[in-house]
């Protein structure tokens, strides 16, 4: 409650917060204003539980708080945004856990987050992948969109998001977002309104240029579909060292699928496999391949694109690096 107060800018909305086991519930949890609701999948009995199923209840948990701001205090108009209400309040939980020092047990956090986030790419993949945002005509219609694209591949977005502008530009537009909107309704333009507007007074457009518009951005994310595939596109000289490293973007066979700009870590390890990380590394929407600027001039084993995993894509390697690594599986 106390990260969530300081990075919406809101105190907690409520005058009690309660947590009940309610068995019969379908799902796992639901956050009722003030009152979130368990199944008996949370009540652990017998043995103390695993490290990684108090990990997925730790999640659970931070993910129905965050709803008390993003869902209750202010609150999506239509079933269109439903994914936003979802997706927000998954990447809250873990931005949540990694900022709070009582959870630095969880040391697998964001490896956790894969599973978000192959739900979504695992979904992006079949014939039957749809955008992100929809179109919901009515009320019944909604429960279709409970699905990997709406958690795995919103979450997965949001998280892109908050690596192209910013921890504090992000914080600043969530404020100015639940400061402008509390008890209303909203759509999901007045949320990507204020998190520009942000941007645009706090962020750094060293990278992205002056030019770069973030409404455009989301809108080449949001309403199209299907994943993209990034490799490397690598040329080395006689005794290993790179002399120039590319990243080729493709689009996956399945959906209304294009090009898109996103924003990456590069891994280069060194004959020892030890990592050089290219931070920030901006992938064109506009060409197929896009050039890695990096200073390392010592022989490479290996590189790995996405190293630090903001993007969301499939991920290939070029022979020598897939070889190296699965020649060496032992190294620590």
């Not at 949320?191 to 457009?205: H, M, S, T």
Request: aromatic share 14%.
């Amino acid at each position: 409650m106390k990260f969530y107060k300081s990075y919406f800018g809101q105190p907690y909305p409520f005058n009690k917060y309660d947590q009940i086991f309610v068995p019969e519930h379908n799902a796992g949890a639901m956050e009722n204003v003030g009152c979130v609701t368990y199944n008996e999948s949370y009540l652990f009995r017998g043995e103390s539980p695993s490290l990684a199923k108090r990990l997925r209840f730790s999640i659970t948990i931070l993910h129905e708080l965050a709803h008390m701001w993003f869902g209750n205090l202010v609150t999506m108009k239509w079933w269109d945004d439903l994914w936003l209400n979802e997706s927000f309040a998954t990447f809250m939980s873990f931005v949540a856990m990694e900022s709070s020092p009582e959870l630095a047990h969880f040391h697998t956090l964001w490896v956790t987050f894969l599973t978000y986030k192959f739900w979504g790419i695992s979904e992006d993949t079949l014939s039957t992948t749809h955008p992100i945002t929809c179109t919901i005509n009515a009320t019944d219609e909604a429960e279709s969109l409970f699905d990997g694209i709406s958690y795995g591949k919103g979450a997965s977005f949001l998280k892109q998001i908050y690596n192209m502008i910013g921890r504090e530009a992000m914080s600043a537009g969530l404020h100015s977002y639940f400061a402008k909107y509390a008890w209303k309704n909203t759509t999901l333009p007045d949320f990507v309104n204020c998190l520009n507007d942000a941007f645009e007074a706090k962020g750094d457009k060293t990278l992205l240029g002056q030019d770069f518009s973030l409404s455009e951005w989301c809108d080449t994310w949001l309403t199209t579909s299907g994943v993209n595939i990034l490799e490397p596109v690598v040329e080395f000289s006689a005794s290993g060292v790179i002399e120039k490293l590319n990243i080729k973007q493709t689009c996956d066979l399945r959906g209304l699928n294009r090009l898109r700009k996103q924003k990456i870590d590069v891994g280069i390890y060194d004959a020892n496999f030890k990592l050089h990380c290219v931070k920030d590394v901006i992938v064109s929407d506009k060409e197929e391949e896009s050039t890695v600027l990096f200073n390392f001039t010592s022989p490479v084993a290996a590189i790995m694109i996405n190293v630090n995993d903001h993007g969301y894509a499939k991920v290939r390697f070029d022979k020598k690096s897939l070889d190296a690594l699965t020649n060496n599986l032992h190294v620590s």
